[in-house]
């Protein structure tokens, strides 16, 4: 015989006040970072800066692509190069846990590029600023002495005046 649950009505839910104490943008981007990139917060962007001085004449035919946990993702331009670097991958995973001071990656993993950008191949492009030329109006501080000094509307007339002094 099967026994039927008794009806107690809806759950109540029980919410409890907050448990941590505000903290500093600093301090929370450390903690996003960490849960993206492990222990090592930041170093494997600064792997990827290094990548060409620390893999000497291999870096141009290992380019860095990622990781996942700890294996280290390489590209390489066609099947045969990659074939050749992995007779260099505990070379390559001695040189990168030697730039950490410890063991991050234990495994290699080269895949071929196949139109992908690696990770060293970024570049950002920054246009410069261009500020517009403010064309200065004729007449300009003719009405000083109709707004007073202390209001708002005087105040910003007369930052709008030293805006065209100072040019």
């Known amino acids: ?15 409890h006040p907050r448990q941590r104490a505000l903290r500093t943008m600093g301090e929370a981007m450390s ?7 492990g222990n090592h917060k930041l170093m494997i962007p600064k792997l990827w800066k290094a ?16 990781h996942r946990k700890t294996t280290l993702i390489l590209a390489a331009e066609d099947s045969v190069a990659a074939q050749e670097l992995s007779y260099f991958a505990p070379e390559i995973l001695l040189r990168i846990n030697s730039f950490f001071g410890e063991e991050v990656f234990d495994k290699v993993l080269f895949e071929l590029l ?4 690696p990770l060293d191949g970024y570049k950002l492009k920054r246009t410069p600023i ?15 002495d109709k707004f ?3 209001s708002a509307v005087g105040r910003c007339y007369l930052k709008y005046v030293r805006l065209f002094e100072n040019s």
């Open 130 to 144: 261009q500020r517009p030329k403010i064309k200065k109006p004729e007449n300009i501080g003719g009405m000083k």
């Open 51 to 66: 990548w060409p001085e620390l893999m000497g004449e291999l870096a141009e035919f290992a380019k860095p692509l990622g």
């Open 148 to 150: 007073d000094p202390e």
């Open 31 to 37: 903690d996003f970072v960490s849960v993206l990139d």
């Open 1 to 15: 015989m099967v026994r039927k649950a008794k009806y107690t009505g809806p759950r109540k839910r029980h919410f």
């Open 114 to 117: 196949n139109g992908r950008v």
